[in-house]
Structures are given as structure tokens and as C-alpha cells.
């Protein structure tokens, strides 16, 4: 009898071993697209107050339709901010982590900035960031909000809406 608890003893300390000395291989997670087709939709956004479902002081400051542009297997979304030149920051988080947003067109007259980030899930909320220093006003903040987007209402190019399915994560 002892024997056998010797035995089974040696056996668990091998597959314990075995198991520290081969770690198992991290489950990569991948996100597919939905499949809407690549091209221009527009998307109804709005900014909430964080951590709330309140609209935030900052739709004031953007344009309510956002484009949806669909390139390469990649979607991005692109905002318009108004009164841009008190927009000094501004982060979405995409991937995970905060990111700032590339500026793809400006408008010195109109006061307004076109900026553009990807956004792998429009059917959840977004955390963002914005810094705003309006000196003028003396007004200097920092806020953190979440962008809301109304993924029941994208619209292609001739109006037609479009369906939005929550992107698929597989594990590989
Ligand atoms: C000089 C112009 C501005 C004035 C006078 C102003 C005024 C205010 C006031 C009074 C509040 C407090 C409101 C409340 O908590 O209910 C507030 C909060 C806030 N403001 Fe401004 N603001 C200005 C510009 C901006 C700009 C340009 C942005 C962003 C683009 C911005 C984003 C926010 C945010 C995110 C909050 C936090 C509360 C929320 O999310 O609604 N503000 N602002």
C-alpha cells in the first residue's frame, strides 16, 4: 500500500512539473469584422458625461453624425469638433489602450477639425479624453467621457440603413 502512494506521489510530482516547466501557450484573441461592406456610412453619436448615460456638455462642441469608413478589413470613425482651437487633447481608446486620433482635415475659418480613429465594436461605448483650454474664458479641464454610438442607425450613401452586428471575437 505504501508503495502505491510512493508511486502516485512521484507520478503527480512529474505532471506538476511538466505543467510549470511548459507553460500554457496564451490564447491570442482576434476580432473579425462585421461584414459590412467597405465604403462611407454615417453613424449618430453622442458624448456621454463618465460614467453616466447622460449627454455630455461636449456635444455641444462636436458634430452629431459621425462618417463610418470602411477600408482594408479596418473601420474607422471620423468626428468633426467644433470650436477645434479649445480642443487642445483629445484620446479615444482604441485597441485597449488611449490613443490620440489623427487629424485628417482643418478649418481655420469655421474653427473645426475632422479627426479620425479606429473603432473595432461601434455597438459598445468608446472611453475617451479631452483637454480643453479656452483662454479666452480661462477655462482649463481635463474630462474623461464615453462616446455613444447609435449603431441601430448607420446609413449608407443613398440613406439606406445598414445592419451593424457586434464583431465576432475568436480565439486562436
Ligand atoms: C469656454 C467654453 C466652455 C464653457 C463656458 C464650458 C462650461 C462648462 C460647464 C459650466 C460645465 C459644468 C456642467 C455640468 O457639470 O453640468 C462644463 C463641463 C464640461 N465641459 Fe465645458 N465648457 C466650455 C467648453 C468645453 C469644451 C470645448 C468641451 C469639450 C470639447 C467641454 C467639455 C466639457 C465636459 C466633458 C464637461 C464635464 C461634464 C459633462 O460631461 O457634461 N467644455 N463645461
Request: charged fraction near 25%.
Amino acid at each position: 500500500m505504501k508503495q502505491l502512494v510512493k508511486i502516485a506521489l512521484i507520478i503527480a510530482l512529474i505532471f506538476s512539473a511538466a505543467s510549470i516547466a511548459t507553460p500554457q501557450a496564451q490564447a491570442a484573441t482576434t476580432t473579425t469584422l462585421n461584414a459590412i461592406k467597405q465604403g462611407q456610412y454615417t453613424v449618430p453619436i453622442q458624448f456621454l458625461t463618465d460614467g453616466t448615460s447622460k449627454s455630455s456638455v461636449m456635444n455641444t462642441y462636436v458634430n452629431p453624425t459621425a462618417k463610418l469608413v470602411v477600408k482594408n478589413g479596418k473601420q474607422y470613425v471620423q468626428i468633426t469638433l467644433k470650436n477645434s482651437d479649445w480642443i487642445t487633447g483629445l484620446k479615444v481608446n482604441t485597441n485597449g489602450k488611449l490613443t490620440k486620433p489623427k487629424t485628417i482635415s482643418t478649418n481655420k475659418k469655421k474653427k473645426e477639425k475632422v479627426v479620425q480613429f479606429e473603432a473595432k465594436d461601434i455597438t459598445t461605448k468608446l472611453n475617451a479624453w479631452v483637454k480643453v483650454d479656452a483662454a479666452k474664458y480661462n477655462y482649463h479641464h481635463k474630462y474623461n467621457v464615453q462616446i455613444k454610438f447609435d449603431s441601430k442607425n448607420v446609413k449608407n450613401k443613398s440613406g439606406k440603413k445598414v445592419t451593424i452586428k457586434k464583431p465576432k471575437t475568436t480565439k486562436r
